[in-house]
C-alpha cells in the first residue's frame, strides 16, 4: 500500500500506516519539520523507503473525499490528538486537511438554536480511567462528549468550555455512578436561549474579575469563550439578572419562543456567520425537542447510558445548583469459607459497622477521613452528613424483601451529604471494615473526628441541637438535604458551607433517648484520644463505589426520557419516555449476563476442594449434583486456617480484596501522615511555584483553578 499513500489518493484505500505518513507530509508542508521527524504518539515512523516522499509535489487542489473517507480520517485526528499534548498539532492536521478536502456538507453549529439542558447517565467506572476528561485517556466525558460532538448537538471545535460543560460529582478511575448529572448548552428546534447566555456570563466574568482583583490584584477579565478558567465562588453561584432566568422552571417553559419564530429574531446577537448571508434555521416551536436521548445512547457503548434530560435556566450549573450528593459502597457480609493467607474476607459484624456509621453523622471535620494533598490546598474540612446507614440489598425488584436464608448476603452503605472531599466515601469504608473484622471498635469513628480535645464532644452537642442524639440508630439529619425534598440549603456567611435553614426537631422530643444519656454520652466523647494527623491506612476498593444520586430542587430541574420540554406533570399525549424502554432493556440485558457470569463463577465454586477438606469424591449422584453446596460453613465460628499464625490477620478491603498483616497492634500504632499545612506549604513552595511561574500566575491560583486567559 505505499502507492497509495500519495497524496492524490483517497483516505477509505490507505492503510493505518500510510495514514501516518501522511501526518508527517503535512506537518512538513507546514513548515513543522523537526517534529515530522518525530514518531507519533501510538508507533513509530516507517522507513523512508516503505512509503512516498515525506515532501510531495502537493498539487494546485487536492481531489475531495467520499464520507466514508472524509469520516476515518477525522476520526483518526481525533484518535491521535487523545494520545496526549504532543499529539494534538499532528492530530489536528489530519482534521484540518480532512476538513479542507471534505465532500460533506459543512454543519453550521451558530446558526442552529441552543438552550441549556442537565443530562442524567449512568456509566460502569470499572472500563474506563475516571469522569474527567484527560488528554492521555479514555474517560466517561471524553466518549460522553465525542458522541455529542458525533451528534451534532454540540460544537466540538469550541470543546467543553465552549459549551459550558460542568459536572456535578467527579468520580475516579474504577468508580461508577447511577445518577452522574452534567449541564451543557446544546442544539434546539424549540428554543434559543442564547441571548440569555451571553447576559449571564457576561455578569458572572464581570463578578470573577472584581473577585479576582480584590484577592489577587487587577488582572484581565477572563475570556467567555472559557467559563471555567477561573473557579466559581460561593457568592457567585447563582447569579440572577434577567426576568426569565427569575422564573421557575415551569414558567420558563411556558415563556418559549412561539412557533416559526427564526433564531435572528429571537436572539439580537446574531453569529457573523448568519449575518454574512447564511440562512439561520428557524425555530419550530410545534414539534417535540430534538430526541436527546435517542441520539446519544445510539453513538454511545453499553457502558454509558444516558437516562434522562431536563430543561434548565441559563444561571444553572451541575456542580453548585446541587443540594447533595448519595453515594452507596457495596459489600457482602464476608465468605462462610475457612479463611486462609490468601482470603477469603472474613466475616464482618454488621451491627458494630451500623454503630460506627451512624457515628458520622452531622457536622465534622474530616481531614482523617479523606486524602490529603497539597495542590487542592484546602484548609477547611468541615463537611456534613446528612444520612447514613448500611443495610442489606433487597432481593427482588418491585419489594424491599430481602433474602433471610442466604449466608453471604450483599449489604451496602448509604452515605447522603452536601459534599464530599477528596477519596472520603473510601476512606469511611477502610475504617468501616476495620469495625467490622473485629480489628476495631466502632469507637474509633469518634476518635479519628477528634482532631483536638473536645472537639467530638462539641459536635454531639451542635447536633443534638439539630435533633440528633448520640443513640446508636441514627440514620438522618432532621430538617436536611435526608428528609426536605424541596428544602433550601444556603450558605453559612463565615465558612461558605451549606447549612440547615428549616427548623429541626430538638432533641430532647426524642423520648427514646434520655438527657442522662446524652450527658453519659458527651462526657465519654470529652474524654477520647486525639488524632491530630491522619494515621497512614489503606483506602477501600474503588470497583464498589457508585455515586447513586445528585440531588436538585424540583423548581431547577424535571428529569424526564421523551422530547417533550414543557413543566410536568406533562399532557398525556407528551412524549416523556420513548426512550425509557429500551434503555431499560438494554440495562436488565447487562444485568442478566453479569448475573449469570457471576451464577456460573459460585458454582466454580462449588466444584472446587475446600479447606479444610481439601479432597473431592470420584463421583457424586445426580440429586447431589443439582443442587450444590458447600461443606459446612466455618468462617463463623472463629476457626483459623493452619497457614494462619496466631497473630495473622484479614483485613477486608472490599471487592474482593484482603490484606494480609502478620500482626495488628491497633489503629493507634500507625504512622502518622503530615499535617495538611504541611503538605500545603510544600506544594507552594515546590511543585506549585513551578509550575505557577511556567503560566504566569500565583500558586494560590493555580491551586483555585485559574488559567490565565488565552
Known sequence: MAGAASSGAKYEDWSADDLRRRVLELEAKLGNVASASAPLADGPSAPAEAGPSRLPAQPEQEPALSRRAYRRAIRLGHRIQRQGPVSQARGQAVVDDAKARGVVKSFNFDLYPQRKIAIRFAYDGTEYAGLAAQSNAITVESVLWDALVKGRLVDGEKGMQGAGWTRCGRTDRGVSAAGQVVSLWIRSKRVDERQQRTMHEARLAKKMAAYLEAADGPRKAPSIESPAAEPVTPDLRHE??????????????????????????????????????ATSVKLDGSSPELPYLSVLNGLLPNSIRVLAWSPVAADFS????????????????????????????????????????????????????????????????????????????????????????????????????????????????????????????????????????????????????????????????????????????????????????????????????????????????????????????????????????????????????GTYDGPLPAPQEADVDSAAAPTAALLHGEWTRRSISAEIWRHFLFSSPVAPVGTQEAGVTFEQARRPTLPAASNQDGTRHKSLGPTAVLVPLGGGYVRLHTSWRGFAKLKREEAPEVKNQRWLEGKGKQRAEALGITPQQLSRGYRPPQ
Open 318 to 561: 451541575a456542580r453548585f445548583s446541587c443540594r447533595y450528593r448519595h453515594y452507596k459502597y457495596f459489600f457482602t457480609a464476608g465468605s462462610p469459607l475457612l479463611p486462609t493467607t490468601a482470603g477469603p474476607s472474613p466475616r464482618l459484624n454488621i451491627d458494630a459497622m451500623r454503630e460506627g456509621a451512624s457515628r458520622l453523622l452531622g457536622d465534622h471535620d474530616f481531614r482523617n477521613l479523606c486524602k490529603v494533598e497539597g495542590v487542592k490546598q484546602i484548609t477547611n474540612f468541615r463537611r456534613r452528613i446528612d444520612g447514613v446507614s448500611i443495610d442489606q440489598v433487597p432481593a427482588t425488584w418491585t419489594s424491599k424483601e430481602t433474602d433471610s436464608a442466604s449466608d453471604e448476603p450483599m449489604y451496602v452503605l448509604n452515605l447522603r451529604g452536601t459534599a464530599f472531599l477528596y477519596h472520603q466515601v473510601r476512606n469511611i469504608m477502610s475504617v468501616l471494615f476495620l469495625i467490622g473484622a473485629g480489628l476495631e471498635k466502632p469507637s474509633l469513628v469518634d476518635e479519628l473526628l477528634n482532631i483536638k480535645p473536645g472537639m467530638t464532644a462539641e459536635d454531639a452537642r451542635w447536633a443534638a441541637i439539630h435533633g440528633v442524639s448520640l443513640r446508636k440508630d441514627r440514620t438522618v439529619l432532621p430538617g436536611s438535604t435526608a428528609t426536605e425534598r424541596d428544602g433550601v440549603v444556603q450558605l453559612d456567611s463565615e465558612t461558605g458551607l451549606p447549612v440547615m435553614v428549616q427548623t429541626a426537631t430538638p432533641m430532647e422530643h426524642d423520648t427514646s433517648w434520655t438527657e442522662q444519656q446524652q450527658q453519659d454520652e458527651e462526657e465519654r466523647l470529652e474524654s477520647l484520644r486525639v488524632y491530630a494527623n491522619k494515621p497512614e491506612y489503606e483506602m477501600a476498593s474503588d470497583t464498589s463505589l457508585v455515586l447513586w444520586d445528585c440531588g436538585f430542587r424540583p423548581s431547577d430541574v424535571a428529569w424526564r426520557a
Open 240 to 277: 440572577k439578572g434577567s426576568s426569565l432566568e427569575d422564573l421557575s422552571l415551569s414558567d420558563r417553559m411556558k415563556a418559549a419562543p412561539p412557533a416559526g419564530e427564526s433564531l435572528a429574531t429571537s436572539t439580537p446577537d446574531v453569529p457573523s456567520s448568519a449575518q454574512n448571508g
